[in-house]
């Protein structure tokens, strides 16, 4: 079996590295390119990180998964679940090269927090991951901390545009340290699979678009590049979403109060946000007295998200605004809406009405802010179906859809955010059976299956995308080779189920977290 390494870089695209690319600043990834065969990966509404690292891994859009955004609202008992690795219980590429009798690692996985333990090296990935119990061997953690200076965040995490020069070189050296641990992991643990990805880059692009900062890492992801471009490897690189330049910032819940479709009070949090007392405020101070790297370690994502951020209130507080009585629809970003409504009729005409509105909205370089509004059964399809927002809109490139509540304009220009997420990403792929060409876009949901018949394995029925035929030189074993599918794993052998293929010591532990019933 051809070793197999997929690197994911989080909201690359060509568009992005195109010039770079043309004045030599980035000569692997040119080679690349020229040699193998290159285009769009669309991802699933909204292109975000999570689900859409999942949707890759899975080979499974969001209703197969029911993981849609960072959160999930749950307007009937007025509450909000954010998800981790634990919501998430279907089989992945890593599966089932396991389940051929071979070795896989995963680097830095969005979502795979906590990990779960694999045959082979799992290294938990962010945003959400702490900064301890992260690997699966546990004593794997210890190595690469020791090894390499392996973090799953920066010792200082950035938070503006306008952070330090020394915030931006951590995350550079992050993304440098990520790929030189996985290769390391490749050679010295005979996997047959690797997947990496450089979450942070997106971090860079948020902030600075395509400044100076964003280039330069850019440039060490590309020198990191050497060993596996002239390694004797099959070869992806793919990213969750692409990215573009901001011109318009787009507040959903305060369009909804202005629009009537939502109405707020007063809370502890929106309170905090009137007095200026935000999260990255909290962190500035925190980290101008030298203690960040102390402090940030011991205090759990959900505290700090208790706190507003510089655009207002978010994620579980700001359902603690909400006048439930008076309000029919709230909004997530990036395009999620949540109605609010006692029966089916009521529900239809909320939406029409909703759907009516967002298309009339222009946004601030004149063009229409939507490009399409959207039922959940439109864009989605599978058992978590239910548990999908009630309206999806596809937001027109340069538009970023924030969450927060509280006061302030609706529409903005860019400020902190410069660059937002986009649905057209990148994937190339390159080895001895590839043939060098410009393919047509693909869905991200595409590259598991691909990848599976290229290792030589069996892709499973469940999975919501096929193989990508074209990419393959003609008369090479892959192109030449049918297309085989398998039932998938946890249905593979008859009278065992998922929980029976982990050991016993990763089941008790799943079970302790919720992951198995």
Request: hydrophobic share 35%; glycine share 8%; charged share 30%.
């Amino acid at each position: 079996m051809e070793r197999t390494v997929v690197i994911g870089l989080d909201g690359g695209n060509w568009p992005l590295i195109r010039e770079w690319m043309s004045e030599g600043r980035l000569p692997n990834l040119r080679r690349l390119h020229e040699e193998g065969a290159a285009g769009v990966s669309r991802s699933h509404l909204p292109p975000v990180t999570c689900p859409n690292w999942k949707c890759y891994a899975s080979g499974k859009n969001p209703g197969q998964l029911g993981v849609y955004w960072w959160e999930r609202i749950d307007t009937e008992n007025r509450s909000m679940h954010l998800p981790d690795a634990t919501d998430f219980r279907t089989p992945e590429i890593w599966d089932y090269v396991n389940d051929a009798g071979e070795q896989a690692g995963v680097v830095n996985l969005p979502m795979s927090y906590p990990p779960r333990e694999i045959d082979g090296a799992m290294v938990a990935g962010g945003p959400r991951s702490r900064e301890r119990d992260y690997t699966k061997p546990d004593e794997l953690q210890g190595e690469l901390e020791e090894r390499f200076g392996y973090r799953v965040h920066p010792e200082n995490v950035l938070t503006s545009n306008e952070g330090s020069d020394r915030e931006v070189e951590m995350v550079h050296d992050l993304l440098r340290t990520r790929l030189r641990t996985a290769h390391a992991l490749l050679e010295e643990r005979d996997l047959s699979f690797l997947h990496v990805t450089l979450f942070h880059l997106n971090v860079l692009q948020h902030y600075f678009w395509n400044g100076p900062e964003t280039r330069r890492a850019w440039e060490i992801i590309d020198e990191e590049l050497e060993p596996f471009v002239e390694g004797d490897y099959n070869l992806v690189l793919m990213s969750d979403h692409g990215c573009t330049e901001i011109h318009t910032v787009f507040y959903v819940n305060r369009w909804l109060e202005q629009q009537g479709y939502l109405q707020t009070k007063s809370s502890l949090s929106s309170r905090l946000f009137d007095v200026g007392i935000t999260q990255e405020r909290v962190a500035s101070l925190v980290r101008s007295v030298g203690l960040e790297s102390y402090i940030r370690p011991l205090i759990p994502r959900a505290i700090i998200e208790r706190f507003p951020n510089d655009e207002g209130v978010v994620r579980e507080e700001k359902l603690e605004m909400v006048d439930w009585e008076g309000t029919t629809a709230i909004g997530s970003g990036q395009g999620l809406v949540y109605i609010v409504a006692d029966d089916e009729d009521e529900h239809a005409r909320i939406f029409e009405s909703l759907k009516r509105d967002l298309e009339a909205e222009t946004a601030l370089d004149g063009g229409p802010l939507v490009r399409s509004v959207n039922h959940p059964e439109d864009v989605y399809s599978g058992e978590y179906l239910d548990q999908a927002p009630d309206l999806i809109f596809d937001q027109q490139p340069g538009v970023h859809t924030g969450e927060a509540m509280g006061d302030g304009a609706v529409m903005t220009e860019p400020s902190n955010w410069r660059g937002e997420n986009i649905v057209d990403g990148m994937v190339l792929f390159h080895g001895p059976d590839v043939n060098a060409t410009d393919i047509d876009p693909i869905r991200i949901t595409d590259i598991a299956p691909t990848v599976l018949h290229w290792m030589g394995l069996d892709v499973p029925s469940d999975m919501d995308g096929s193989v990508v035929s074209e990419i393959f030189e003609a008369g090479s074993d892959p192109a030449t080779r049918e297309v085989r599918t398998r039932r998938p794993l946890d249905a593979a052998e008859e009278g065992r189920d998922s929980s029976e293929q982990l050991s016993e010591e990763a089941q008790n532990r799943l079970e302790d977290i919720g992951y198995l019933e």
